[in-house]
């Protein structure tokens, strides 16, 4: 690597293009990479793209002038005191703060370089463009730093809350709702039928994880999420699985208790407290009215508990 105070004023100026086209590309990847999620903050770093794609036209401009047309690839990880980045390409998803916080780092890096570029050039021109750049550059900070403070719109609030809908509560609840309710005929029949906590126990863990398995793979395969835009199919289906599992391992749990009566009477308040929980995420999230959804989910449960009873007893 090269010290910046050996570098040419030719160096000095391939590099600033070099720099300016890197971070015109990194723009343009966080500008696609919140296109979907944040559509407001996306237009705003397309705005910086175009404005870093102008700061290399002009410096094109001045370098043809002195030096020609060919533009040594020099760039900024060839020269020591640039701090290293990141590759925006390996994050995903990309996160918003994330972003606005790079764009600030950028900025005021970039700044600086300017200042030290102009104090090392003897051109007027130069040192004049030099100049106005490390100014613009601390424009764009300024405007990125505020980014990175301000709070989303009404609308993109809106949009990211449907977003959260559609690709965790949903698959969660389905799953939710699934281990909770089916898990229920199998686990209760087997406590009647065996009078055997260990025995019941089993029987609830192969229900619950079986459950997570299959509805996990149902929801992952169920859809790709480009057309729907539920996002990402292995994370939905990790979602719905883990809290198929969960749903399930909630009232199987106590019969790890030696007495089948005690452990049967404590699965019966588990399983109140699930079917609470459940019709208060459908009321908060899918806008049911409580009471409808405590219904809906209260009578779907206790239809699945007597036929467990009634079968483990037969």
Not at 65 to 79: C, N
Request: overall charge neutral.
């Amino acid at each position: 690597m090269r010290s910046f105070d050996s570098l040419t004023e030719r160096e000095i100026l391939a590099l600033a293009i070099s720099q300016e086209e890197e971070d015109a590309r990194i723009y343009d990847d966080f500008a696609e990479g919140l296109r979907e999620s944040h559509p407001e903050q996306s237009a705003k770093f397309a705005e910086l793209r175009q404005e870093e794609d102008g700061h290399r036209h002009r410096l094109l401009d001045v370098y043809r002038q002195r030096f020609g047309e060919h533009v040594p690839l020099i760039r900024r990880q060839d020269v020591n005191g640039f701090v290293r980045r990141r590759p925006v390409w390996m994050t995903r998803p990309l996160g918003l703060r994330a972003a606005q916080k790079t764009a600030e780092l950028m900025e005021t890096e970039t700044k600086r370089f300017y200042e030290a570029a102009a104090r090392r050039s003897t051109d007027a021109g130069a040192r004049q463009l030099l100049g106005d750049l490390a100014e613009e550059e601390r424009l764009h900070a300024a405007t990125a730093g505020q980014m990175a403070r301000t709070a989303v719109s009404e609308e993109e609030s809106a949009r990211q809350r449907r977003l959260f809908v559609m690709q965790v509560v949903q698959p969660g609840l389905a799953g939710l709702m699934d281990g909770s309710v089916s898990t229920l005929a199998p686990l209760f029949a087997a406590a009647f039928a065996t009078r055997n906590s260990w025995a019941t126990f089993l029987v609830g863990i192969a229900a619950s994880v079986g459950a997570g398995i299959s509805m996990g793979f149902a929801e992952a395969l169920s859809d790709d999420g480009s057309l729907t835009g539920r996002g990402r199919p292995w994370i939905r289906g990790l979602v719905c699985g883990l809290m198929t599992a969960l749903g399930g391992l909630g009232h199987t749990l106590p019969y790890l208790i030696a007495n089948v009566n005690t452990a049967t009477g404590i699965a019966g308040g588990v399983v109140l407290v699930e079917l609470g929980v459940i019709s208060w995420i459908r009321h908060r999230f899918m806008d049911t009215p409580l009471s409808t959804a405590a219904l809906q989910v209260g009578l779907g449960g206790i239809l699945v508990f007597i036929v467990g009873v009634l079968i483990g007893s037969s």
